[in-house]
DNA sequence: TAGTTGTAATCGAGTTGTCC
DNA sequence: GGACAACTCGATTACAACTA
């Protein structure tokens, strides 16, 4: 199937760069187009503004919606395709260079976990468009077009402004701790395990434990927990989505022990507190 | 009535946290 | 870093409520 995209911007900057820029562009997808399966001998990052679709590596099938980004790494086949009946809306931005894979690996993507969460849509949309803009001057500034993917890689680096609501908000004091909290937000839609996490932060899980256990109060897998019943109540009070739905998209992939996890963290069941927030403001 | 959705209980395996 | 208790997770089964 071939789509006409809404705007592709190309332009192949090498200038010894660590980071070099190959293209960028933006699509409203029809339903069902797909690329692939194929490889390609770049990275290339595709964030999803709305809409829905599934992406493959050879490891696994990811379904993804608005507001996660998934990369493309080169040399591994790739597949992904939009949804028959809610396409995508997705922004891409392909690059390479020597630095590339370790601030990918600073945003949370690895080849493992090759999808994150960034609820930056408004922050991103406007930086791919200073990316698009100074990329169609006349005259390419190649330092305005490297400005503008360095602050796209580091919108992505940041962790979600949304602080988790835990019980204690201490201050935060540990880089590798931010890194960890940083990690869970953008995979707590992913299975993932203190050990993924520890092993990509190139810590000892006890380390990473003790770290977490000082700075937070909360040990790294309740902290976790915490945040995607966090995720999970306000899909609840704000979207009509299933039960079976809220707790995939919290990264549970049985929905039964979502449940469970539900009313032990909340003391309502899921269906429970809807009820409870849709009565509340009702009566509003 | 059959199918769907959601909750609860149980069990075994794997993971995590803590102590030493 | 090993050992071990506690916890989490996934699978299974049963049941209730709701709907077409």
Sequence with gaps: MTVKPHKIAQHYI?????????????EQCLPGHSWGPGIKDHYKILYIHSGQGIYRTPRETHRLSAGQAFLLTPGELSFYQADDNDP?????????????????????FTREHPVISCSKDAEIRACLNRLFDANQQPYSNPLRISSALYAFLSILLEP???????????????????????????HYTQPITIE?????????????????????????QQYLTRYRMEKACELLSQTALS???????VGYADQLLFSRMF??????????????????????
């Design 243 to 249: 039960i079976k739905e809220i707790a995939f998209s």
């Design 88 to 108: 995508w809306n997705y922004s891409w931005v392909a690059f390479n260079g020597s630095q590339a894979e370790l601030y990918l690996r600073q945003a949370g």
């Design 263 to 284: 009313k032990k963290t909340t003391g309502y069941s899921p269906t429970d507190y809807r009820m409870t927030k849709t009565a509340g403001s009702e009566s509003l």
């Design 14 to 26: 090498d200038a010894g760069q660590d980071i070099q820029f190959y293209y960028t562009g933006t």
């Design 160 to 186: 979600d402004i949304q602080e988790p609501a835990l019980p204690q908000k201490q201050q935060i004091h540990n880089d590798y701790v931010r890194q960890g909290i940083c990690y869970i937000q953008r």
């Design 196 to 220: 993924n996490m520890a092993s990509a932060l190139g810590l000892h899980r006890k380390y990473i434990a003790q770290l977490f256990k000082a700075s937070t109060g909360l040990p790294p």
